[in-house]
Structures are given as structure tokens and as C-alpha cells.
């Protein structure tokens, strides 16, 4: 039972200002109070991270007991909103991953942690030749696998490659569901991209690009490819992993001059998040962790082990304002997935909460008005 609360500070409003004031809140925000007194900490809607495979040693593919452990992880940064993201593998592998995803909805969601609106299906419906860091287990998007995963009620995004066969009915068979549709893992062009995009848009869908410029290739002139036609598409979102890793700073200067509202971080953890150097595992394959750099055995890339509150500093230390980094990080991704609930301070939604001091270090987090242990 959440009684009333509230919290004095600096408040970030909607349009991107701070004002001091007092906020009050059950579960929802109840009132946003300017003044009398000024300074405290800051006060900021609390992070949306839709692209998430584990963290604190646990991973979607675990079943619900991983699915608990990433998401009181992810919490402890910031995180009040997160979509456990499955690996491509076997489809059994899969399927069991989703049940357990809707197995923590069903039971309650997870206290002391994220709240879990659902889940991120990443693969196997993506092109065996852009895997990345995933197992060669890609499957066709048949009509019944897709079925099967509806049937399931637990997808809010998927990740496909809609140039394999099947790709762009099951893309628009998704988006009639509600789920966002990812682009990505995908070997695609500009052109193939776009009436995907196009024809998704018409159904009433939403799209983002998937861990946008990390394996869908580049930008040309003549081959604007994948990246361009995402940022090119006036209602595209675009995930990006701000981890000093997967993408030079540019380029992701370079998306939010293109799409500035359209921009979300994402961490892309994998379950070494919050647990330091040393061996984990990623879709059953070895990954070691060196120096915050999460690799396999091959040297490539394996998720990372970033944290929301990370990638926050991390846009604020490449020139972005703080209310600007911070719509990256809660209301763009809640309105890429038509979370309206959420994602920013206002009276009647969501209060999800994450308090920051001037280092941005996280000091309070509230999920739905729940103030989580320290
Ligand atoms: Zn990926």
C-alpha cells in the first residue's frame, strides 16, 4: 500500500525545464508545486530501457528468476521501465523465455525492481549474415511462429530483418498487434527499409531502428542503406548504445541532429551489468568483460554492460543538455512503445522517479510511487 508522498528538488518539466518545487505522489504524480525553496536534487522521470538482456547475473533466457535479478539491477541505475530482450536460439529456448517474461507480468511484476511491460523478441526472425552477438539460430517468420509469439501476449517489440522471407508480412502482422517493430540484425537496403517502414506506418504501427549503425551497416550516397533510411523516415525511432563502445560519438551526434526527437538510449546489458570484469555467457556463447568492453571469443562485440545512468552521463559528456539527454532516456523510448503512462513529470502519470545529484550519481529511485532500497 503506497500512501502520499513527495520529494523537494528541481523538478524537470515537460518542455525541458527545471524548476524548483515539491512534487507530490502516490502511485501516480499528484501535483507539481513551484518553490518557495530553490536547489536540492534533481528530479528526473525515471529511465526506459527497451533493450535489455540481462544485468546483476541474471538474463531474459534465464527464465523469471533472471528476468527478476536484471530488473532489480537495472533499477538500482535509474530504470523504472524496462523490456527484457530475448537471444536468437532455439525456438523452444525462445518461446520458454517469453513464457517467463509473462510468468513475472502475471505474478505481480518484481518488486524492488523495473516495472516490466513486456518484452523485447530480438531475433531469431533476423539475417544470418548480420548476427552480430547472436547464435546462428535465425528462423523464417512464418505466419504460425509469429502466431505462436502473439499467442503469448507478451511481445511489446520485436527485432526483425525485413528482407528475409516473410520478413515485411510479419512485420505488419506484428505492428497490428501493437508491438513495435525493430529493424535491424539485417542486411537490407535503403529501398527494402523504407517500404517496410512505409507500410507499417500505414497500418498504424510504429518502428524503430535497432541498435541503430550496430549490425545493419553503413551510410552512402548512393547506398543510404539501412541507417539512412531509418533517419531518413519522419516517424522512425532509433535505439542507440551509448557505451563509449558500439559507435563513434559523431554518429550519434549525427542521429539526434536528424531525428532529435526520435533519439533513445538503451543499454543493450547483457548479465556481466553490474558485476565487473571478468567470464559470463550471452546466448550460450563464452563473453568476457574487460575494461567495461564485453566481447566473445572472436574479439566482436557481446551486448554491453552499461547502465542507464551511465549512457545519461555519457550524452550529457558529449554536448547534450541535460532535459534534452534525459527525453533520450524516458520519454522518447516510453512513446516508442505508446507508453503514455510515462516517461515524464506530470500530473497522472507513472510515478517513476530517479533522483540525481549534481554528478548525476543516482541517489532515490521510485517505481509507480515505491521508493526501492538502497
Ligand atoms: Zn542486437
Known amino acids: 500500500m503506497i500512501s502520499s508522498a513527495s520529494l523537494n528538488g528541481r523538478l524537470l518539466l515537460p518542455g525541458g525545464s527545471f524548476v524548483s518545487g515539491t512534487l507530490h505522489f502516490g502511485t501516480h504524480i499528484t501535483a507539481l508545486e513551484e518553490g518557495p525553496q530553490t536547489g536540492g536534487p534533481l528530479i528526473l522521470p525515471g529511465f526506459v530501457d527497451t533493450h535489455v538482456h540481462g544485468g546483476g547475473g541474471g538474463d531474459a533466457m534465464d527464465g523469471a528468476e533472471g528476468v527478476r535479478t536484471l530488473a532489480r539491477l537495472h533499477a538500482r541505475h535509474g530504470t523504472t521501465t524496462l523490456l527484457p530482450t530475448t537471444m536468437t536460439n532455439p525456438w523452444d529456448k525462445v518461446l520458454a523465455a517469453l513464457r517467463g517474461v509473462r510468468e513475472v507480468m502475471d505474478t505481480g511484476g518484481v518488486p524492488g525492481?523495473?516495472?516490466?511491460?513486456?518484452?523485447?523478441?530480438?531475433?531469431?526472425?533476423?539475417?544470418?549474415?548480420?548476427?552480430?552477438?547472436?547464435?546462428?539460430?535465425?528462423?523464417?517468420?512464418?505466419p504460425e511462429r509469429v502466431a505462436e509469439v502473439l499467442a503469448l501476449d507478451v511481445v511489446r517489440a520485436v527485432t526483425l530483418a525485413p528482407e528475409v522471407e516473410g520478413g515485411q508480412a510479419a512485420a505488419l502482422a506484428f505492428a497490428q498487434a501493437g508491438v513495435r517493430v525493430g529493424i535491424g540484425h539485417t542486411v537490407a537496403d535503403a529501398d527494402t527499409v523504407q517500404a517496410c517502414l512505409q507500410a507499417v506506418h500505414a497500418a498504424g504501427g510504429r518502428t524503430a531502428g535497432t541498435h541503430l549503425f550496430n549490425a545493419m551497416g553503413g551510410i552512402q550516397g548512393r547506398e543510404p542503406g539501412v541507417p539512412g533510411a531509418l533517419l531518413a523516415d519522419p516517424h522512425s525511432f532509433a535505439e542507440i548504445i551509448l557505451d563509449g563502445f558500439h559507435l563513434h560519438p559523431l554518429s550519434f551526434l549525427l542521429a539526434r541532429a536528424a531525428a532529435p526527437e526520435r533519439v533513445?538510449?538503451?543499454?543493450?546489458?547483457?548479465?556481466?551489468?553490474g558485476q565487473g570484469d571478468g567470464e559470463s555467457e550471452l546466448g550460450g556463447q563464452p563473453v568476457t568483460v574487460t575494461g567495461g568492453r564485453a566481447s566473445l571469443a572472436g574479439g566482436s562485440l557481446a551486448g554491453s554492460v552499461l547502465t542507464m545512468d551511465v549512457a545519461l552521463k555519457n550524452a550529457v559528456s558529449v554536448g547534450v543538455p541535460l532535459p534534452e539527454a534525459s527525453r533520450m532516456l524516458s520519454r522518447t523510448p516510453a512513446r516508442s512503445l505508446g507508453l503514455e503512462d510515462r516517461g515524464e513529470l506530470r500530473v497522472g502519470t507513472r510515478a517513476d522517479l530517479v533522483v540525481l545529484n549534481d554528478d548525476l550519481e543516482v541517489q532515490e529511485v521510485y517505481v509507480g510511487g515505491e521508493r526501492l532500497a538502497r
Do not use: K, N, W, Y
Request: net charge negative.
Open 264 to 273: 533513445l538510449l538503451i543499454t543493450d546489458a547483457m548479465r556481466a551489468a
Open 113 to 142: 525492481g523495473a516495472d516490466v511491460p513486456g518484452a523485447h523478441l530480438e531475433g531469431p526472425f533476423i539475417s544470418p549474415q548480420r548476427l552480430g552477438a547472436q547464435p546462428p539460430c535465425t528462423l523464417a517468420p512464418t
